[in-house]
């Protein structure tokens, strides 16, 4: 059904593991999803990803819970115009994308002196994450 | 001849918006570009967690001010689905009415500020001049041209009497007109043909599989508009997409350039079926739950994730601006382009960083 406001709800969220991100995407790719974008939010000691897709202005999304500190696969493999947003949460709340086809490395908006991940409650030092990827 | 790396923009005479991009040139054709973001960041997301849930109209509003009133109107969308409050029909139809004047001073200036990309400068300052019309009707219904704080959770906060709603749709004739004038000048001339026609092409498949939005994916040919799924009075009026099929620089132009008439003539249509009738419902309470919020701006799907947890602030403001998903299919149509056609190509995608980097 055509809505331009969705309540989201476990009826119309379809929960998923990182594991299984890909192999998920890649089924709604195949059924002519457009992905329009990831959100996230800080849960604390997690981060909640959802990924929003539209099928003929039909919205579905995916809920993908990632511990802090943890890696989850980039889906820039199936569809590549998500290596934008999945830099912004990178670096907004430090979850690490395993397989970004092009890494920030967390300066696409914010410069070396920001410390901490700005958009979690509690931020991540984003210095250290960059030294020990170095 | 070496590969050469330019720096483009973040300033750029050209540019009417600080995009930076990193373009890898061999002679002068474009071999890679990546974009460099940052320049106006403000988080204004962030923002959410210490203003309540009112008070960020006025931020989202400020997110752009060339779309302010359709950043506040899908933000409300969403607060008013978490609080389930009913928007009275009058304040349904006046919300089409302020969107689709947004568009059309929004297309107009886009338009203007394409002329003025490839030096036709006097077609510029014709689309500029008609846009001021737009800009008074906007200053005299909303009390300011550009920020139209207008948008209150429930329903809208100004009404447009019939004396002005007749001087309105008398400027809408003199607009249309004008227009019109304009339409073989801009759309049939050899030099704008020469700079737009079989450029920056992105094929329907491509435009879809990289997320575009708005007038650059309808241009390839997906007949897809937010409109459609029928928020405020859009179900009652009369209205099919505008697409075109070449997916060029030239049918993403024609594509806006019709827009605008559609525009005026969905604000016609929506002061005809107008009800009478109160403007706002005030909710009570607070939001609680999770709301994707989905609306068709100027330039294309904007959407917005909200999170609030029944408490005066919200837990999470997501915005996802249209321009952000247009970005990587400009990465698509930049490689293989003359040098000379970048700032073209990066005008046709109707940029607004202001938007993408919130």
Request: glycine share 6%; aromatic share 8%.
């Amino acid at each position: 059904m055509k809505q331009s406001v969705v309540v989201l709800d476990a009826a119309n969220t379809k929960e998923c593991t990182s594991e299984n991100i890909i192999s998920v995407t890649k089924k709604l790719k195949d059924g002519g999803n457009r992905l329009i974008t990831l959100s996230s939010a800080d849960l604390g000691d997690s981060i909640d990803i959802l990924y929003h897709f539209d099928l003929d202005l039909d919205l579905a999304d995916i809920r993908v819970n990632v511990p802090k500190g943890k890696k989850t696969p980039s889906i820039a493999s199936v569809y590549p115009c998500a290596f934008l947003v999945e830099n912004e949460i990178k670096e907004h709340f430090g979850v690490d994308f395993d397989g970004l086809p092009l890494d920030f490395a967390g300066m696409l908006y914010l410069d070396e002196e920001v410390q901490k991940t700005p958009f979690c409650k509690i931020g991540i030092n984003r210095v250290e994450t960059q030294k020990q990827e170095a | 001849m070496a590969r050469t790396v330019l720096p483009f923009g973040p300033q750029h005479p050209v540019l009417p918006e600080p995009l930076h991009l990193t373009l890898t040139v061999d002679d002068e054709i474009v071999k890679e570009a990546i974009p460099k973001l940052g320049y106006v960041h403000r988080g204004l997301e962030k923002l959410a967690e210490i203003r309540d849930h009112t008070q960020m109209i006025q931020i989202v509003e400020r997110v752009c001010g060339i779309c302010s009133f359709l950043h506040a109107l899908c933000y409300c969308q969403g607060i008013e689905a978490l609080m389930k409050a009913e928007v009275p029909p009058r304040a349904k139809y006046l919300r089409v009415v302020w969107a689709e004047l947004h568009r059309i001073h929004s297309h107009l200036l886009w338009l203007g500020l394409f002329a003025d990309a490839f030096g036709f400068e006097s077609l510029f300052m014709q689309f500029w001049r008609i846009r001021e019309r737009i800009m008074d009707v906007q200053e005299a219904t909303a009390g300011n041209r550009v920020i139209i704080s207008t948008n209150v959770v429930g329903g809208v906060k100004k009404d447009i009497d019939k004396e002005m709603e007749k001087w309105i749709l008398e400027t809408l004739v003199k607009v249309e007109k004008e227009v019109n004038q304009l339409k073989t000048t801009i759309l049939d001339d050899y030099t704008v043909k020469q700079r737009t026609v079989g450029i920056g092409v992105i094929s329907k498949e491509k435009a879809y599989e990289l997320g575009a939005a708005g007038p650059t994916l309808r241009a390839s040919g997906i007949a897809q508009d937010m409109r459609q799924t029928g928020y405020a009075a859009y179900p009652e009026l009369d209205f099919t997409p505008v697409v075109e099929t070449d997916g060029d620089s030239y049918a993403r132009t024609v594509c806006r350039f019709n827009e605008i008439l559609q525009a005026i003539d969905l604000v016609r249509q929506a002061f005809a079926k107008m009800p009478e009738g109160e403007l706002a419902f005030k909710p009570k309470g607070l939001p609680s739950g999770e709301v994707v919020s989905r609306v068709e701006q100027p330039r294309g799907e904007v959407l917005y994730y909200i999170k609030a947890n029944g408490k005066k602030f919200l837990d999470r403001l997501r915005i996802r601006t249209p321009t952000f998903a247009n970005i990587p299919p400009l990465l698509e149509m930049l490689p293989g382009c003359d040098l000379a056609d970048v700032p073209i190509l990066i005008l046709t995608i109707d940029p607004c960083i202001s938007c993408t980097e919130r």
